[in-house]
């Protein structure tokens, strides 16, 4: 597609469920990112490939956030046993630039929006 | 870590008139500073973006201007129009890539 396109749009999810997002990038852009954005805040980063490498997992908030991006292309954030702290607008965000060692424009998806009740 | 934060939270101003936004960031490593608008709804988009070996960037009616002394940077929004009315946020980063330090945005509202 053109852009970074996420799924699901929207998950309402129970406490204690895990819930899996998913992110397809920019076709051939290097660099995935992971961030969050609460209402009226503005995005926190949680993780960030390279291609398929995981160079940086420090915003990560617990061990029951995780992320994979296999094959450097799809990325899956994974929340394991919810809760409503968690609750939150998750965004993926692409890059053509490398990872580790380069700036430039992020193009944002629209999101997942997670509701845990 | 990196902390970005934003003055004033809320600018209203009338169309036509200039608007800006002042960030200011505490890492003085970080080298790299861009803005991105949010529209209601949409995602953030970058609007322009400044590293810190130069100390001003324009873009048409939007420019950037850095103080890597005092540590803040400034968007100027010249000549409002309505569609300009959206949230403003700044970033910094000192890792060198796209690791990017958020503040909490400006909503600006242009008044028609």
């Known amino acids: 597609g053109a852009g970074v396109s996420q799924s699901p749009r929207y998950k309402v999810t129970k406490r204690g469920q895990d819930v899996a997002l998913r992110c397809d990038p920019i076709s051939g852009h290097v660099s995935l990112y992971w961030y969050r954005q609460a209402l009226g805040q503005g995005p926190e980063f949680l993780t960030y490939f390279n291609y398929e490498a995981q160079q940086d997992k420090s915003g990560l908030p617990n061990d029951r956030f995780s992320a994979e991006r296999p094959e450097g292309s799809i990325s899956t954030l994974t929340i394991q046993r919810t809760e409503q702290r968690d609750s939150a607008m998750y965004r993926c965000?692409?890059?053509?630039?490398?990872?580790?060692?380069?700036?430039?424009?992020?193009?944002f998806g629209e999101g997942s929006r997670l509701t845990v009740l | 870590g990196e902390n970005v934060e934003q003055h004033p939270s809320t600018l209203s101003v009338q169309e036509g008139d200039s608007a800006v936004i002042k960030c200011t960031y505490s890492?003085?490593?970080?080298?790299?500073f861009p803005w991105y608008k949010q529209e209601l709804g949409k995602r953030p988009q970058l609007i322009i973006d400044i590293r810190s070996n130069v100390g001003e960037k324009k873009d048409q009616r939007i420019a950037v201007t850095l103080n890597k002394t005092a540590k803040h940077f400034s968007l100027h929004i010249t000549e409002t129009q309505p569609e300009d009315s959206a949230v403003y946020f700044c970033?910094?980063?000192?890792?060198?890539?796209?690791?990017?330090?958020f503040g909490k945005g400006n909503q600006v509202v242009v008044i028609p």
């Open positions: 970033a910094a980063t000192p890792y060198g890539n796209n690791r990017l330090a």
């Open positions: 890492d003085s490593a970080s080298n790299y």
């Open positions: 965000a692409s890059s053509s630039r490398d990872g580790t060692r380069d700036t430039g424009e992020l193009f």
